[in-house]
């Protein structure tokens, strides 16, 4: 199971990575990433909703 939560986390960052939406998304979306899997121990749902979430707001700041 870990190995799906992992494989989800990449296929976001290499999607939001793929859209060229730059480095500030990238870094945001690891870093919610990272965060959502702490805080939610480990859930698949919690990491990448914090990718996701990272992502938005590092896109926001990059603006």
């Known amino acids: 199971m870990k190995t799906f939560r992992r494989s989800g986390a990449a296929l976001a960052l290499a999607l939001l990575t793929a859209f060229g939406t730059g480095a500030c998304t990238l870094g945001g ?15 698949a749902v919690g990491t ?3 990718a996701v ?3 938005v707001a590092g896109y ?3 603006k």
């Open 29 to 43: 979306a690891a870093a919610g990433g990272y965060a959502g899997n702490k805080l939610t121990n480990g859930s």
């Open 48 to 50: 990448v909703g914090g």
């Open 53 to 55: 979430a990272g992502g």
């Open 60 to 62: 926001e700041l990059s």
